[in-house]
């Protein structure tokens, strides 16, 4: 790649990608859940636990492949982290309420659709609504 910028580009997703993986997801088939339990509360799991601390080391790797010397490698190891760091603020501050299909009860998910002019705060609650709709649309998050 001639473009330094997209390589940068590139190794700073990556970073973020590869580092959201290892502290906040379980992964595919449950692998990175079972690293994290073994780690436990050692220096390994504290360190898989702490996003900021975990894109550091992420994204020394992946400065070699965005470096072609030893200051620029610093630059963008340092750079690369940040990077990361400012993608994970960007996002969501937690992660969105998963669609409950058990037929629980759910304050947040209603089946009654709501047209344009109805008053959010005067909507019955779960508990003190005489009717139940079970199957009349779309599910819609309420907030």
Sequence with gaps: MDAPWFTLLLGA?????????LALEDG??????????????????????CFYCL????????????ARNPLEWLLAWLGLSGAACLLERLGP??????????????????TKTRSAGDDPSARPTPETSPET???????????
């Design 55 to 66: 894109s550091l080391w992420v994204a020394a790797p992946v400065a070699l492949a965005v």
């Design 28 to 49: 595919p088939f449950n692998g990175v859940l079972r690293l994290r339990q073994a780690a436990g509360n050692s220096l390994w799991g504290q360190l898989l636990d």
């Design 13 to 21: 997703l990556a970073t973020w990608r590869a580092t959201h993986l």
């Design 93 to 110: 501050a937690s992660p969105p309420p998963l669609l409950n299909l058990e037929g629980d009860s759910d304050e947040l998910l209603w």
């Design 133 to 143: 709709h079970t199957d009349t649309g779309p599910v819609h998050r309420v907030r």
